[in-house]
């Protein structure tokens, strides 16, 4: 059976951190060098378009043999699941960081228990976009873990240090809350069991810099009470520009009968936006006994109107004059001319 192999990136959400604030799984890590000043967790980089960077990576191996990387440069984005820090891989398309920066090598043998310094060079276009661009310098392992065999799976991993590329220009720190719903999960008997919601929404990055966004939570029932209102935990960090993360919060004790209305508004440094949803909240007993009655309504209204028009039709019959039939007989029996 053909092999699936799977990338796994050392550098989803937060990396461990060593005593050089390195990115780190244990085998290897890789971080930038130490300057005279201190020492730096990840590259904090800044330059115009057109403007050209010089800096130096470490690869570092914890093991007691001889390790060879693939060492690449690559754009970051969001995960689609939670939000966390993530990079492309070496075969996806690449358009900022990962197009722009290049290691003097491209593969390093590091030997055990020892180290790697590499330069690479960044080159921003003269045509760069202004605002932040997230990246990584990554050390991938380009061996195929394939376990005990068991499965068709295949495993490879990758260590990487994160960019912070800011390109000069106008910064414009903008989010949105988008698509917001809410989807009831009633007890089937009312004040029997326990009623949840769950309320989905998509958080936005619709700015050119990256945000560590909050949201705000509040939801209101009938002649406007409110129901619920608190701050949202389960929010990324590093919301990057232009990245969309499709995030749910469980909502527990929501109402089993009521109307009303759920409200989110996330904020960032100088942005605020908000979006809401209306819900209806019914048992499902009810909602079954309310549609059974719904039904059987409008098959009566349907007999009751069919019912008058016939009525309506035999009495226009009736109320037609006595003559009328006659002279149309009339008529219609003469004989043409000759």
Same mark, same amino acid.
């Given at each position: 059976?053909?092999?699936?192999?799977?990338?796994?990136?050392?550098?989803?959400?937060?990396?461990?951190? =060593?005593?050089?604030? %390195?990115?780190?799984?244990?085998?290897?890590?890789?971080?930038?060098?130490?300057?005279?000043?201190?020492?730096?967790?990840? /590259?904090?980089?800044? *330059?115009?378009?057109?403007?050209?960077?010089?800096?130096?990576?470490?690869?570092?191996?914890?093991?007691?043999?001889?390790?060879? /990387?693939?060492?690449? %440069?690559?754009?970051?984005?969001?995960?689609?699941?939670?939000?966390? /820090?993530?990079?492309?891989?070496?075969?996806?398309?690449?358009?900022?960081?990962? !197009?722009? &920066?290049?290691?003097?090598?491209?593969?390093?043998?590091?030997? *055990?228990?020892?180290?790697?310094?590499?330069?690479?060079?960044?080159?921003?276009? @003269?045509?760069?976009?202004?605002?932040?661009?997230?990246? %990584?310098?990554?050390?991938?392992?380009?061996?195929?873990?394939?376990?005990?065999?068991?499965?068709?799976?295949?495993?490879?991993?990758?260590? &990487?240090?994160?960019?912070?590329?800011?390109?000069?220009?106008?910064?414009?720190?903008?989010?949105?809350?988008?698509?917001?719903?809410?989807?009831?999960?009633?007890?089937?008997?009312?004040?029997?069991?326990?009623?949840?919601?769950?309320?989905?929404?998509?958080?936005?990055?619709?700015?050119?810099?990256?945000?560590?966004?909050?949201?705000?939570?509040?939801?209101?029932?009938? /002649?406007?009470?409110?129901?619920? =209102?608190?701050?949202?935990?389960?929010?990324?960090? @590093?919301?990057?520009?232009?990245?969309?993360?499709?995030?749910?919060?469980?909502?527990?004790?929501?109402?089993?009968?009521?109307?009303?209305?759920?409200?989110?508004?996330?904020?960032?440094?100088?942005?605020?936006?908000? &979006?809401?949803?209306?819900?209806?909240?019914?048992?499902?007993?009810?909602?079954?006994?309310?549609? !059974?009655?719904? !039904?059987?309504?409008?098959?009566?209204?349907?007999?009751?109107?069919?019912?008058?028009?016939? *009525?309506?039709?035999?009495?226009?019959?009736?109320?037609?004059?006595?003559?009328?039939?006659? @002279? =149309?007989?009339?008529?219609?029996?003469? *004989?043409?001319?000759?």
């Amino acid at each position: 059976m053909r092999k699936l192999y799977v990338l796994l990136l050392g550098l989803l959400a937060s990396l461990l951190a =060593a005593p050089a604030h %390195a990115a780190d799984n244990g085998s290897w890590s890789v971080y930038p060098i130490s300057t005279k000043v201190a020492t730096r967790p990840y /590259f904090y980089l800044s *330059a115009d378009p057109g403007q050209t960077i010089e800096d130096k990576v470490v690869v570092a191996n914890k093991t007691g043999k001889p390790l060879t /990387f693939r060492l690449y %440069a690559a754009d970051a984005y969001n995960t689609a699941r939670d939000g966390g /820090f993530a990079v492309r891989t070496l075969k996806e398309k690449q358009r900022g960081v990962g !197009v722009w &920066a290049k290691p003097a090598k491209a593969r390093v043998k590091v030997p *055990a228990h020892g180290k790697v310094t590499v330069p690479f060079t960044l080159r921003v276009p @003269e045509g760069a976009e202004p605002g932040d661009h997230p990246g %990584a310098l990554v050390a991938l392992d380009e061996r195929i873990d394939r376990g005990d065999g068991s499965v068709a799976l295949g495993v490879q991993r990758a260590v &990487a240090a994160r960019v912070y590329l800011r390109v000069g220009g106008p910064t414009l720190p903008a989010v949105a809350v988008e698509d917001v719903r809410v989807i009831h999960h009633q007890p089937l008997v009312p004040g029997f069991g326990d009623s949840t919601a769950t309320i989905s929404y998509t958080l936005h990055n619709t700015g050119n810099v990256t945000l560590d966004p909050k949201v705000e939570l509040r939801a209101t029932g009938l /002649f406007g009470r409110t129901l619920l =209102a608190r701050d949202l935990a389960k929010i990324p960090s @590093e919301l990057l520009p232009g990245q969309r993360v499709r995030l749910s919060e469980p909502w527990r004790g929501a109402p089993q009968f009521d109307w009303g209305e759920v409200t989110l508004t996330a904020s960032a440094k100088d942005t605020r936006e908000s &979006a809401s949803a209306s819900f209806f909240a019914l048992p499902w007993l009810l909602a079954a006994v309310l549609a !059974v009655v719904l !039904v059987l309504g409008v098959v009566l209204l349907i007999r009751a109107r069919r019912a008058r028009a016939a *009525a309506r039709s035999v009495t226009s019959a009736n109320d037609a004059p006595a003559g009328e039939p006659r @002279e =149309a007989l009339r008529v219609s029996s003469q *004989a043409p001319r000759r």
